[in-house]
């Protein structure tokens, strides 16, 4: 479904790649996090997601694909 090119991020030897589900209830959040050395993608699978980035609200919709790379704080 997408892709991130860690070659600029990380160094791979020692690096996972994982996976997980999260559910967000309406009107329910996720707590304010940064990526720091923890890229992610996520994929919004039903709903509308409202995430602050950086102090900027951006609204991702059911079927977007949503990387955060390093340095990326958001809730």
Request: hydrophobic content about 40%; cysteine-free.
């Amino acid at each position: 479904m997408g892709s991130i090119d860690l070659a600029s991020e990380v160094q791979l030897a020692s690096y996972q790649l994982r996976a997980r589900a999260v559910t967000i209830e309406p009107g329910g959040h996720l707590a304010a996090h940064t990526h720091q050395g923890r890229q992610t993608m996520e994929y919004v699978a039903q709903g509308t997601v409202i995430e602050v980035r950086n102090g900027v609200a951006t609204e991702h919709k059911a079927g977007t694909m949503v990387p955060a790379m390093n340095g990326v704080t958001r809730w």
